[in-house]
């Protein structure tokens, strides 16, 4: 990337745009979808090292956003999962053709942010989950909503709380998101990586990403961080 490019602060970030917090929008548009949801009543154990889990939710742009903006997650790389073409490029994921999602590969720390708090909000702030096959302006399979667990205990985790909220109508139509085992993940191009940060004055990232990161800030802010955790260094961009 070229070394003329620079992070934008957070203050920068939000002053792009100015959103209502707590909104559930319509299919038509994920701009400011934002649900209150209750906490997984299953979770794992907040103990051991690290973990990873990969979760696709439409644009990885935005995915990748809020969790950089999360406190605990230590990476958050956009790529592909779910495919079966062995390193695939965007421009063929694009297609539909392989299979695969974008997705967002999180590592965390389990002390700090437990693998339920980060399943609620990925359906709370992320993603519209009863969207199937797409999220907002972007149709095809390679935005469907996903969760590629990396255990055995995830995957418990990740159904169970599925099942709670489609039991509690916690959203007007059932959940579609795919629970299933990871196989492999692929990291994108350089250009995708930290493009929410790098870019909030475009329109697309202005009016689909901004507003979940925002949304975050306002709605967990127990987890929020002003500084995001991004995958190349400043002084590398």
Known sequence: MSTSVKLLSASTLFAAIAIPVGMFVSSGSAAEMAVKIPPPALDESRSG???TIVLAGGCFWGVQGVFQHTVGITSAVSGYAGGTKTNPTYEEVSSGKTGHAESV???FDPKKISFGKILQLF???VQNPTEKNF???DHGTQYRSAVFTTSDEQKKVAAA?????DAAKAFPAPIVTEVTPLNVFYKAEDYHQDYATLHPDEPYIAYNDLPKIANLKAM????????PTVVFAADAM
């Open 135 to 137: 999220q907002g302006p």
């Open 123 to 125: 359906f709370s702030v």
């Open 49 to 51: 090292g690290a973990e």
């Open 161 to 165: 709380y599925i099942a709670q909220l």
């Open 220 to 227: 967990f802010a127990d987890v929020w961080r002003d500084k």
């Open 105 to 107: 590969q999180i590592t």
